[in-house]
Structure formats: structure tokens, C-alpha cells
């Protein structure tokens, strides 16, 4: 029986990432580093502007922290992604649950962390067409995903870079309107707002655009945030249902439920 091919490339920024490799695992090259404002997203784009991949396999592109933040070698994940591959375009393997279950969506927890996230996003999806209310928009432990940590088919990375690549044009055109917004810093270390936009807009289209099949490795036993919210494991899982629910229902009382409970451990 031929295996579905999985191609999962470790991204390599200095030599001490460079050793860091895991068995298995292809390199992604990027000891150059030409662009650490752009972080994963620079690599990343480099090899899919290429485009040579194979329509049959799955593609993954993680930082050197993904076995520290999943626990997951190279083994585990092909192994998972060849076992569920019937049907699925996209697999993800997202560490953090609590920050993923108490906030609306990956935007919401984002705006907590760097006030004016928001407001700078919905601009500029709306400069390209989207109109989305990202203070209501719910997602679950289905769509969100956390620090690229996704493998999926060649159709799903091509829709991720055609969206990222609105956003690179946005940020290097020093005219653009929303420039300032979209490149403003933020309190981790060196980064700008515009890396963990790219960063959610994964979740955003499988959030969107149902056509999107997920599957979602069990985020609960992966690295949980080292927030205060950690601690607050029970109602994480059950706020993730709740989010499951409503999303699937549309019952108004699963919001509800939810909101009580984050007002709960605030």
C-alpha cells in the first residue's frame, strides 16, 4: 500500500537551530535570514512561491520550538496526518488550549496582548474585500491554530499564501494607508503586529470558508500558556465545547454558558 507523502520541513534560522533538527525532518533553509521582521512567514513564502509540490502529499513548515510546544516528533505527526489523510485538508497541532478555549477567536486573545489588533486587521481585510466583525466571530479548537503549526494539502497552502500576500504587499508599500497600523511592535521580543496577523489567518479561512476540512491533533495535551488561565483547565475544555456547540447549533445558551465562565475566572 503506498503511504500519503507527508513533507514536514523544520525551519533552520542560525546553527544552533540548524542542529536542533529532528529525525525525519526535511530543512527549510533560512540561514540567511534576510527578513527576521517577517519571522516563519519569509522561509515559508520563499518555498511556496516556488511551487513545486506534489498535489498528492501534505506540507508543514515549523519553527525549531514545535517539538517543546507539542511534544510531537516527525514520526507522530506523519503518523497522525497518514491516518486520517481521507478526507482532510488541513491538520493542526496547536499548543496553548487555554488561550485557544477563553477567547472568542485568535484575533479577540491577540487584541488582550497588543491592543489595537483588531482594529488594524478588520482594516485591512476590509482594504481587500473582507468584511468580518472580529469581536464576535467564534472559533474552536477546529479552526485555531497557533504559531503555524498546521499540515495541509497544496490547495490550502496556495489560498494561505494568496491572503498572506495582500499583507506582505500592505506592510512593504510605504504609501499604503495602513502601513503604520500593520507594523507598529508589540510586546514580543522584535516582532511587529503584522507576524501574528499572518499568523491568524489560517484560522481565519477555515473559520470562513467551509470547503476547508480540518482535523485537529488533541490541543489539551500539548503546551498550555504560561498565563494565569492555565490553571483553569476544566473550564477550558468545557469553553471549547461550548464554542463547538454553538458553531455547530447556533443556540444562543452555549454562548451564554460561555460567557459565564469566562466572567468566572476573570
Known sequence: MIQTPV??????????????V????LILNNLENERPDWFEYWPIRQFLIQDNMDEEA???????????????TYQNVADYVRQHAHGTDVFLFSPQPDISAFFLNVFEGGDLFNPGKIAACEAFLSSIGIQVNLR??????????????????????RRWLELN?????????????????????????NAQRKVFIMEGMASLLLTLE???K??????????????RLSQFRKEAIISDALKIAYRDQGFPEYMECFSNIRSNIN
Open 58 to 72: 501534505f506540507y508543514g513548515f515549523f519553527s525549531p520550538k514545535f517539538l517543546a510546544k507539542t511534544g510531537q
Open 165 to 189: 500576500e495582500k499583507l506582505f504587499a500592505a506592510c512593504e508599500d510605504p504609501d499604503h494607508p495602513l502601513r503604520e497600523e500593520l507594523t507598529s511592535p508589540t510586546s514580543y521580543p
Open 214 to 227: 480540518t482535523k485537529s491533533a488533541n490541543t489539551f495535551n500539548f503546551a498550555w500558556s504560561g498565563t
Open 210 to 212: 467551509p470547503q476547508w
Open 7 to 20: 513533507h514536514l520541513y523544520h525551519i533552520a534560522y542560525s546553527a544552533q537551530t540548524l542542529e536542533q
Open 136 to 157: 464576535s466571530l467564534v472559533m474552536d479548537s477546529r479552526q485555531i491554530v497557533f504559531s503555524n503549526f498546521f499540515v495541509a494539502r497544496p490547495r490550502f497552502w
Open 22 to 25: 529532528q529525525p525525519g525532518y
